[in-house]
């Protein structure tokens, strides 16, 4: 709900460009595999960390801590890894499949977020790394439900890790949908920080689109020139 907002304020180029944003919920991509990949589509595929239990049930991301992930399309798609660990350990080259020329697929998920004192955050879904990345205007939001909960989070005192606690708990059982909302009309989406895996993902397609424009457009010129017709 939130990212064609911060295309429009971050992206110019891809604000003026034809894209397509489909919510699917991120984690059921991999449905939509063989008919991107045998199209041809360029694609950017925004999913959760979704960090789970030995019963598969959700559970506060932590490093060195033997979780996985309960993502089907990290783990069979991209970038084809099942532990937390491997998925925060994956390189950008992890994240991205290309078969032919002009197409690729690229992954974005929760990656850690510095915090002062040395204290990393790793959030689990959209919601907390939005706030990490937003603390300061947390601190002072206007809202109740979700926000008044984040609002008081930020403001506890506790530890990095503990304030993560607080949220997974919160977003577990509180209107998703409600927080964006609330956001769209108590703050302007682009007065906020984008999300740093979202931010790197969009980066990534910007690229794509640009040196596809670059490829595309003199064989396009080349066969009106000689009076080729689509």
Same mark, same amino acid.
Do not use: C
């Given at each position: 709900?939130? +990212?064609?907002?911060?295309?429009?304020?971050?992206?110019?180029?891809?604000?003026?460009?034809?894209?397509?944003? #489909?919510?699917?919920?991120?984690?059921?991509?991999?449905?939509? @595999?063989?008919?991107?990949?045998?199209?041809?589509?360029?694609?950017? /595929?925004?999913?959760? *960390?979704?960090?789970?239990?030995?019963?598969?049930?959700?559970?506060?991301?932590?490093?060195?801590?033997?979780?996985?992930?309960?993502?089907?399309?990290?783990?069979?798609?991209?970038?084809? $890894?099942?532990?937390?660990? =491997?998925?925060? !350990?994956?390189?950008?080259?992890?994240?991205?499949?290309?078969?032919?020329? #002009?197409?690729? &697929?690229?992954?974005?998920?929760?990656? %850690?977020?510095? @915090? %002062?004192?040395?204290?990393?955050?790793? %959030?689990?879904?959209?919601?907390? !790394?939005?706030?990490?990345?937003?603390? =300061?205007?947390?601190?002072?939001?206007?809202?109740?439900?979700?926000?008044?909960?984040? @609002?008081?989070? /930020?403001?506890?005192? $506790?530890?990095? +890790? =503990?304030?993560?606690?607080?949220?997974?708990?919160? *977003?577990?059982?509180?209107?998703?949908?409600?927080?964006?909302?609330?956001? #769209?009309?108590?703050?302007?989406?682009?007065? *906020?920080? +984008?999300?740093?895996?979202?931010?790197?993902?969009?980066?990534?397609?910007? +690229?794509?689109? $640009?040196?596809?424009?670059?490829? &595309?457009? %003199?064989?396009?010129?080349?066969? !009106?020139?000689?009076? /080729?017709?689509?």
């Amino acid at each position: 709900m939130l +990212v064609p907002h911060f295309i429009a304020k971050h992206y110019a180029f891809l604000h003026a460009r034809y894209l397509t944003i #489909l919510e699917i919920g991120g984690s059921h991509a991999q449905k939509l @595999r063989d008919l991107i990949e045998h199209l041809g589509l360029l694609t950017l /595929v925004i999913t959760d *960390l979704d960090a789970g239990g030995t019963d598969g049930s959700a559970i506060q991301p932590a490093i060195g801590a033997g979780q996985m992930t309960n993502n089907p399309t990290l783990k069979d798609w991209l970038p084809g $890894k099942s532990t937390i660990d =491997e998925l925060l !350990a994956a390189s950008a080259a992890d994240k991205v499949k290309t078969d032919i020329d #002009l197409f690729a &697929v690229r992954v974005a998920y929760q990656m %850690p977020i510095s @915090r %002062p004192n040395n204290e990393t955050a790793l %959030p689990y879904t959209f919601e907390d !790394a939005l706030i990490f990345e937003n603390f =300061e205007t947390f601190k002072t939001i206007k809202g109740t439900g979700l926000i008044g909960k984040a @609002r008081a989070a /930020v403001n506890s005192g $506790k530890t990095t +890790v =503990e304030i993560g606690a607080d949220l997974f708990n919160a *977003l577990r059982s509180g209107e998703k949908a409600k927080f964006a909302l609330d956001l #769209l009309f108590n703050q302007s989406p682009g007065m *906020l920080n +984008v999300p740093n895996y979202i931010a790197e993902g969009l980066a990534w397609l910007e +690229v794509e689109l $640009k040196q596809k424009q670059i490829e &595309v457009i %003199p064989v396009a010129v080349a066969a !009106a020139a000689i009076g /080729v017709t689509a």
